[in-house]
């Protein structure tokens, strides 16, 4: 197959996240032992655990039960929610034995300094049980924390189940950030005068919760035989050594960092070195693998007031209320809505009245640009979740909008490749200049981005105000695979029809091109790019304003009337198709005259019945006819002159997926694949190259980006 340039101009939204080669924890990796789950960062074995601090080994025990041991102790229960790990510890022993008539006691020192691990200051006392005891607890390796705790019993009926006061059981907490301990006992106090009725004293540093005080615990060995010799410890673990925070981990391109599923969060560890990662908020599953965290569907609870209805979205979930109804999230309750009470005559008058409110709530953001109102009612009114990032926020995001995270620059302004809360990778339009014009812009990419959800159309997380310069924040979402260029095209069709039939007054993008088709890092197509669209407007006059748009993509029908249609948009996307079909840019400002235009060009050869001078030879030789004459036949009903005759986005889309699905050649089918160097020089093995050159991008060096603009999509 021959190398072919295409002259398609599509962005990648890159993902930040660094995927490993492989899949950690591998499918194999052992997820139980015995009763207690191993979930990682945690694992059996080296190649099933982030690192070797994690690594656990499956032992098996004389009773043929299989216990989980980490550094020798045994762990209990791992918790990733809490990031504590319960493991038993040992109890040190201080005992009179009558035949020697000499204090015996087996000294104990624990040390996790080094490890990622440290006690619990919150779940753990140091508890000391005896009728004539004094044991010393000290951190000399680290906090430098000393302490003690007295125990005696001068009555033995002042003993009480469950009391642990000083009478036969001492308790005493200890600092954050201890990893070390040991513990002796003062020989001043022995049990040489009671043996009889108490010969052993214990201390250990354990779980409050676990431990419930007993009289027998003075009388017999039952303290020391329950847990053979040990007590249960809480500690919390972290990632990471001294010196990783967040901050240091979200920046180590390297790879190192662990929170990697993408609705993650890194945290501080509350206790000790190191970072945490947490689900966000809205998930839940384990952060620590790709695709760990999943949206946790809060409808199940009904929180909904009775009458309402729930709708989970990912991260949230928001109210509605049956027509009539508004939903008030102040006292959760569906109440008689009084802006519609008066309509009685049903669905007509209802969207009047909700294009008319609209049009209101438009206009009052066009008015106090950014005010935080308007915020707060499409929260409350419309259930919209947005996030309000604060400049710093941003700036941090974007490397202080280093120009290497330039991932797109447009009339409408510039888009920077960011990371914020965690690890969400986002692409972060700012508008190069504010006037007036570009307010307008800024309010109607906002108003339209946060009404839509649409796998196929960018999503709006959230945006700036904090400055003069108005930001907008939009996410990438979901993680579907997908691999050709046709189903490219199909999806941004998809996206399109969405538009258009999404709403009354429907949604006209105004500024279709492929620049403003960006893929996501699993080359899913989104439409961007809103700034010129609008909500087809109620009244004419708002049409004339509007006119914008891009050479060689514009409606030429919308270029006399000023009139804005959803057919306009079938235009411009019937040129993407002729980029697709051709390999040419819509206009060739260096050609002859008469030859710019790729469109009319087309055209001409479609009047001639001769397409052949506009089809690049590999496609004519290998690609099948009917393909080529289906998808060259939609681009000219997509062009034509009169927007009456040209189809719907939805009969485009129908007609892409049909075309697809028809096709079983394997043009149709391509794979995405990962660029290599030497096939952008020009090798002979690719087929066909989507480049960035249409609208002039920068060109990108891909930091550490999967793949970049002027990858190459080749076939076999
Ligand atoms: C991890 O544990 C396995 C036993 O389960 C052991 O063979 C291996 O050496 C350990 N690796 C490290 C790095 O500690
Ligand atoms: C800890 O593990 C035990 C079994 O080993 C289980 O019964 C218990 O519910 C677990 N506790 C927590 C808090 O997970
Ligand atoms: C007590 O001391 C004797 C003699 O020193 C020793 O043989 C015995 O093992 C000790 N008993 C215990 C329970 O430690
Ligand atoms: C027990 O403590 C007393 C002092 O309280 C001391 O005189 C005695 O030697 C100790 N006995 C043993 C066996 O350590
Ligand atoms: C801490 O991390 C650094 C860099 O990853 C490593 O070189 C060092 O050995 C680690 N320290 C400990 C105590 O694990
Ligand atoms: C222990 O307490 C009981 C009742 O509280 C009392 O009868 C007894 O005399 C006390 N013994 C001593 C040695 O004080
Ligand atoms: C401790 O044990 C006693 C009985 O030995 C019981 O009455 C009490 O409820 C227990 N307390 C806790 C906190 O479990
Ligand atoms: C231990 O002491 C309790 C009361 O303090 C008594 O009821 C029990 O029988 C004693 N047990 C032994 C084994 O001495
Ligand atoms: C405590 O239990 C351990 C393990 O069973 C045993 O080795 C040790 O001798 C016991 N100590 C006492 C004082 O009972
Ligand atoms: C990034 O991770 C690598 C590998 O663990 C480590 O050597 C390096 O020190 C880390 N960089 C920072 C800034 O923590
Ligand atoms: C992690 O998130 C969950 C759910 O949002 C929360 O309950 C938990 O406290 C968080 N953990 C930490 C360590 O913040
Ligand atoms: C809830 O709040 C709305 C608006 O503030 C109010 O109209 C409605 O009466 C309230 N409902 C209840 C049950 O308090």
Known sequence: MRFLHLGVGLLLLLSAQHAPAVVIPSPECQTQCGDVEIQYPFGIGDSCSLSAYYNISCEVQEDNVYKPILYGVEVLNISLIHSTIRVLNHISTYCYNSSSGAMETNPWTFNANGFPYRFSD???????????????????????????????????????????????????????GMGYYDVSFDGGFNTSNIWRFSRCSYAVLMEAEAFNFSTTYINTTKFNDTNIGRAPVVMDWAIGNVTTSCEVAERNETGTYACLSRNSECLVSPNGPGYLCNCSKGYEGNPYVLGGCHDVDECKNNPCPSGGICHNTPGDYWCSCRAGRKFTSQNNTCSIDTGLVIVISALFGYMIIQKRKLNQVKQEYFREHGGMILFERMRSEKGLAFTVFSEAELTQATNNYDKSRIIGKGGHGTVYKGIVKGNTPVAIKRCALIDERQKKEFGQEMLILSQINHKNIVKLVGCCLEVEVPMLVKNQALEISFSTLLRIAHEAAEGLNFLHSYASPPIIHGDVKTANILLDENYMAKVSDFGASMLAPSDKEQYVTMVQGT???????????????????????????????????????????????????FLIAMKENNLDPILPSHIKGQESNE?????????????????INRPSMKEIADELGRLRKLSLHPWVQLDVEMETQN??????????????????????????????????????
Do not use: W
């Not at 959803?566 to 008469?594: A, H, M, R």
């Not at 190259?689 to 793949?707: R, S």
């Open 551 to 601: 050479c060689g993509y514009l409606d030429p029908e919308y270029m006399q009337a000023c009139q804005l249609t959803e057919k306009s948009d079938v235009y411009s996307f019937g040129v993407i198709l002729l980029e697709v079909l051709t390999g040419q840019e819509p206009l060739k400002l260096d050609g002859p005259e008469t030859q710019r235009s790729l469109s009319s060009n």
């Open 122 to 176: 919150v779940h753990n006392k140091f508890t000391v049980i005896g009728c004539n005891t004094l044991a010393y607890i000290m951190d000399s390796d680290g906090t430098g924390y000393q302490s003690g705790c007295v125990s005696t019993c001068n009555n033995k009926s002042d003993l009480v189940d469950g009391s642990c006061s000083g009478m036969g059981c001492c308790q005493t907490a200890i600092p954050k």
């Open 627 to 643: 393909l080529i004459r289906g998808l060259a036949q939609l681009a000219k009903q997509c062009l034509d002159m009169s927007g």
């Open 679 to 716: 096939l952008l020089d020009g090798a002979s093995t690719a087929s066909f190259q989507i480049e960035g050159a249409t609208t002039g991008y920068p060109t990108q060096d891909g930091e550490n980006l999967p793949m970049n603009p002027r990858s190459s999509y080749y076939a076999r």
